[in-house]
């Protein structure tokens, strides 16, 4: 029986040896494996990816939102992060552009567009267990989100907004409607597919103007309803909202191809 040694030994070296591989190849099996910091980075990367399957229609990136106090496990609290992308169409065309969006997607996505209570919704999968959303939250907008779900908070997310100027595409349009440029607008960025960064930048603006009217000359109209219009004044679309009691201004500029 002294071969029994040997070989129990042999056997532990092997199962040590495919565990130290495991951990360094394979990808993790369940999201509480990846934590908030890691899921992150593919979280903007699929932003990214969602503007650059838009097209040419008006769009702006929302606000990262970050929930702390879920829960990873029983025992252990977590963070939850998610990235947002608003964009307004013509009341009508919310499954055309769900659609369009779903074929420009990778195929490793898995994205598909089916009919949820009574409403087109876009489901995908970007990866690494992070969730793509497609939903119509009002007639004539509709909501992209990718969320990672509640990770292992291994960072701290201090500001998530950054701030620079307004930028020449704000900067005429707030000089048309004769308000000033503000000091220091808040950005949002994600990265394009192909290098380079997509970019939204908003501005509150003062008390809602009587008429947007003074905006018609700066660019091609992509958007004019009640509230909403939209503009594309070279690579830059701007986007006007007075739908609340404050005049509203996003410049986003998406990615190339």
């Given amino acids: 029986m002294r071969w029994l040694v040997p070989a129990t030994v042999a056997w532990a070296l092997l199962l040590a040896g495919l565990t130290w591989w495991s951990v360094r190849h394979d990808p993790p099996t369940v999201k509480?494996?990846?934590t908030l910091g890691q899921a992150a980075a593919v979280t903007d990367?699929?932003?990214?990816?969602?503007?650059?399957?838009?097209g040419d229609g008006a769009w702006e990136l929302t606000p990262p939102r970050v929930?702390?106090?879920?829960?990873v496990t029983p025992l252990t609290d977590g963070a939850a992060l998610t990235r947002g992308l608003d964009v307004p169409v013509p009341a009508g065309s919310e499954r055309a552009l769900l659609d369009h969006v779903t074929q420009r997607l990778p195929a490793d996505w898995r994205a598909g567009v089916a009919t949820e209570a009574g409403r087109p919704r876009l489901r995908a999968?970007?990866?690494e267990f992070i969730a793509i959303d497609g939903r119509v939250v009002a007639d004539g907008l509709v909501r992209f989100s990718a969320a990672t779900g509640c990770r292992p908070a291994d960072i701290e997310f201090g500001e998530l907004l950054l701030a620079h100027p307004a930028g020449p595409a704000l900067t005429a349009a707030?000089?048309?409607?004769?308000?000033p440029a503000p000091v220091g607008a808040k950005w949002v960025t994600a990265p394009?597919?192909?290098?380079g960064p997509a970019r939204t930048v908003v501005v509150t603006a003062g008390a809602v103007p009587a008429s947007l009217a003074a905006?018609?000359?700066l660019g091609a109209v992509l958007l004019d309803r009640p509230g909403t219009y939209a503009y594309r004044s070279g690579s830059a679309v701007?986007?006007?909202d007075t739908t609340g009691d404050r005049l509203r201004l996003a410049a986003s500029t998406g990615c190339a191809g």
């Fill in 125 to 127: 999968d970007a990866g």
């Fill in 32 to 34: 509480e494996q990846r």
């Fill in 215 to 217: 905006l018609r000359p």
């Fill in 238 to 240: 701007v986007l006007a």
């Fill in 67 to 71: 929930e702390r106090g879920c829960r």
């Fill in 45 to 54: 990367r699929a932003m990214g990816r969602l503007v650059a399957a838009l």
């Fill in 192 to 195: 394009c597919p192909a290098g």
């Fill in 174 to 179: 707030l000089g048309a409607l004769g308000r």
